[in-house]
Every structure is written in C-alpha cells, then in structure tokens.
C-alpha cells in the first residue's frame, strides 16, 4: 500500500473513530444520576443499565480498532516527513498502544459488571469493586498516557514537509491539561459528581476524551488531505487492458 493510500485510509479511520465518540458520549447521560459507591441501590442501578453498559463497551471496541489504524498511519507520516524523529515516533505510537490496552481493560470491567447485574442476583461488593478499578484506569494513568501521546506526536509531525505549527500548539495544550489532571488521584474519595476528583466527570470525563479527540480530528483531516496531494495522478495508461502505443500499433498491423 502506497503511503497516499496509507494516509487517506488512517484519517478516515481517526474521524469515524471520533464520530463514534461523539455518538457514544451522550450515551453516558441515559443512565441517570450515579448512587454513592456505598448505596444500596448500586446493584439495582448496574441491572437497569446493564444494556447501557455493554452498547459503550462495544462502541470502545470499534473506536479503538480504529484509533490504532489512525495512529499507524500518523506514525507512518511522521516517519516520511522528519527521519530523524524516529523516538518520538515510537514513543508517540508506544502509549497510544497502552493507553488503548488499558481503556479496553477499563471497558473489560464495565462490561463484567454488566454482565454480573444481568445474572438476577448481583453482588454488590462486586460491582464496587470493578467501578473502583476503572477510575484510575480512565483518570489519572489514563491521562499521563495521553500526555505524552500528544506532546510526542504534536511535536514530531510539525515541521517542513509536515502538519503546520499549530498543531504542535494543539498537541501540547492536550497533553499540558492532561497532566493537570493526573493529581486528581489524590484528591479525596471518588465522587462522580465532582469535577476535580479520581472519579470526577472533568477527570474521566471531559479531560479525558475532548484534548485528544480535538487532535486526532485535525490530523486526520490533515492526513487525508496529504493522502490527496500525494496521489499519483491518473493516466489513460493507467485503466485497466488499456494498450500503450506500441501494444496499440502492433494489434492494428
């Protein structure tokens, strides 16, 4: 595959990846207000939206098959436009693979927790335990993982023959709100209704998908636009069982 292709194809991929966020995100709002880790309506809450939970898991699995491709083919440009940033290549595409490994781990956890609500008698001690394990997952680890995603890929893509400056500034104010977020961790116990907190919805929420999907819509753009520019153009010799001059004259004669 020539890297035109490579480039237009990862940046369809990073779009419709963010375009399922976007349809995934208000999903989150259809389970109602979240009871305190300690009520004792968490499992009937679990069992109602057990349907909820899984349709998430199931998108994540698709957005990050996606994000994977889209991450391949920025490496892929990266490596084209700046040889001698092969470091923060790898660097770049190294914690795009954790940080999905461990999203999809996070995901593994709501799903489990779908699927223990779905058995009629769910455990509560259970399902606290699995929503406490995906915080961090979601919070702080995920985020300084993201962190450096897009400060190593924002710096490494910019530059003559690459994305245009901007993006690099887009790159690193992700990665700089990111890190803000990482202290969360230690403040106080988890409270989904707070905004700065291990749990709370500016940390697993807002922090944790908007600097990045807001990268990744613009360097797809820019890689399907650089897919275009880079295509070899179309000749008549070029379609299939067309005969070239010579070919052409020797069936005449």
Known sequence: MDDARIYRWSGAAGLVSIGLFLIEFPIYFLRGPMPSLTAPNLSAYSARNAENMLTVVFLDMVIYCLFLIFLSGVQQFMQRTRPGGEFLGRAGFGAGLVYTALTLLADSFEGAIALDARTGSPDASVIRALMESQYLLFGSIGLILMALLLAAFGWACTGQGGFPRWTAGLGIAGAIL???????????????????????????????????AAWTIAASILLMRRGRETSPPFHLRDWPGHLGPDEDHNRKS
């Open 178 to 212: 990111c890190l803000a977020f990482v202290p969360s961790m230690f403040v106080g116990a988890p409270d989904l209704t707070a905004f700065y907190n291990p749990a709370g919805w500016g940390t697993t929420g807002v922090i944790a998908g908007f600097p990045l």
